[in-house]
């Protein structure tokens, strides 16, 4: 009498771990990343709050905060290696008890050491196991390849739409319950994410990835990122990303702080959060529809070029509450919406097989640049008594951020209508 398949037994095989309809993923990934990055990008809030409440100074607080962006980074490329091997599932909810962990037991350390455990360790890996390089690697192999930027518009627009709703509650809670009850509430939020891991559980590693390069090579993954390393075009978007890093963590971290220091209500603050994300919905969908149409490295160009632009109008304007709603309106529409043609890029030049794994690589160099956006932030704050040349580091940044993007080698992009013809 033949033995049963195991494969056949395994709780995780992908023909039965995942829906058959890929955008209802998409949408789950999406919700995942909604509450992971909403949590994230309204953490600069409670920097006020937690530093009246430990009395541990600004710039110790930042450079817990700058811990928590390098770490978010650095388990990317480790958690991506561990969902391209054994499939997303249980890595989202180890992600979710992690976060849900790291926010109750800020509620409880006054130490600079207790918050680099809480906010530096614990939240941030638990937010960069349900972020991008996971959320994104699980859908590309199930989306056919001139629908995945538009998928991963989808999916960061999730996340953006979190800063949007996280942003004003946070500090709603805040005002009404004190910064303890809110950070309890994004606990309790962080392990909703672990049942819609169930959506995402298995692994669909039995088929070759549609329409890229080297998807179906057999690579093994050390073989791929040798590859990769030495290509000229994926250390660009390193580059460029990292100065994605730089921006956003200092604007998430410090924000509040520069508001503050313009004599404004912390309301304003929680709305400019809101409204940078709410414009990156928009900044997102639009970049993921873009990308099938246009060489995403022209994309990232213009994006990058335009926040130059953005802060060097911010810091000629008159500092109200009207120019900071309109800069991080300017600044929103691409303040995620790198992520899909970032990730379009690099499926572009590698494929699919190992994104979650390369991906998560770029969004470490991301957070590299995170932590000296947050950490120097506040260093800057301390000893200058304002954030003036932070600013101009920003613009600076971007400018050659745009830059490095041009020498990516990506092919035109050829419509089916010209193929056809």
């Known amino acids: 009498m033949p033995e049963p398949s195991n494969s056949a037994s395994r709780s995780n095989d992908s023909s039965s771990a995942t829906p058959t309809n890929p955008w209802l993923i998409v949408a789950v990934a999406a919700a995942i990343l909604m509450v992971t990055m909403g949590s994230r990008q309204s953490l600069g809030l409670f920097l006020s709050p937690i530093n009246t409440h430990t009395g541990l100074g600004v710039a110790s607080i930042s450079f817990a905060m700058a811990i928590a962006q390098l770490v978010w980074g650095a388990v990317q490329p480790v958690f991506g290696a561990v969902a391209d091997r054994w499939g997303p599932g249980r890595v989202i909810v180890l992600g979710a008890v992690l976060l849900a962990a ?7 350390v006054t130490s600079q050491f207790g918050l680099i455990f809480a906010i530096g360790l614990l939240s941030a890996a638990g937010a960069g196991a349900g972020s991008f390089s996971i959320l994104i690697g699980a859908t ?17 627009a999730g996340g953006s739409a979190g800063q949007f709703v996280f942003a004003p509650l946070n500090q709603a809670i805040m005002s009404t319950f004190g910064w303890m009850s809110a950070m309890w509430t994004m606990a309790v939020l962080a392990l909703t994410t672990a049942p819609m891991a169930w959506w995402l559980r298995g692994s669909d590693r039995s088929k070759p990835a549609q329409g890229n390069a080297g998807s179906d090579t057999g690579m093994t ?11 000229r075009s994926y250390w660009c978007l390193h580059a460029g990303f990292f100065t994605c ?9 410090h924000m509040p702080g520069e508001v503050a220091l313009c004599g404004l209500s912390p309301n304003v603050a929680a709305t400019s959060l809101a409204i940078i994300g709410l414009a990156n919905v928009a900044g997102s969908l639009a970049a993921g529809a873009l990308g099938s149409r246009v060489r995403m490295k022209m994309i990232l160009f213009w994006m990058y ?31 995620l919406a790198t992520v ?20 998560g690589l ?9 932590f000296f ?34 020498p990516i080698k990506e092919a035109r992009v050829v419509r089916q209508g010209a193929v056809a013809a």
């Open 340 to 359: 899909p043609p970032t990730a379009g890029l690099t499926a572009k030049l590698f494929g699919t097989r190992y994104l979650a794994t390369l991906f």
């Open 362 to 370: 770029t969004l470490l160099s991301h957070q590299i640049g995170g």
């Open 245 to 253: 890093g730089f921006h956003i963590a200092f604007l998430v971290t």
């Open 102 to 108: 790291g926010s109750a037991l800020t509620t409880q």
């Open 373 to 406: 956006g947050a950490w120097l932030g506040g260093l800057t704050v301390v000893n200058t008594g304002a954030y003036t040349w932070m600013w101009w580091a920003d613009a600076v940044l971007a400018l050659a951020a745009a830059l490095v993007n041009l």
């Open 221 to 231: 993954l050390r073989q791929q990122l040798r590859v990769a390393l030495r290509d």
């Open 305 to 335: 070029a335009s926040r130059a632009v953005a802060v060097l109008l911010y810091l000629a304007a008159p500092k109200d509450a009207w120019t900071f709603y309109a800069f991080a309106a300017v600044l929103g529409a691409t303040w």
């Open 140 to 156: 590309a192999q199930r989306i056919p390849a001139e629908r995945r930027s538009f998928a991963g518009g989808v999916i960061n």
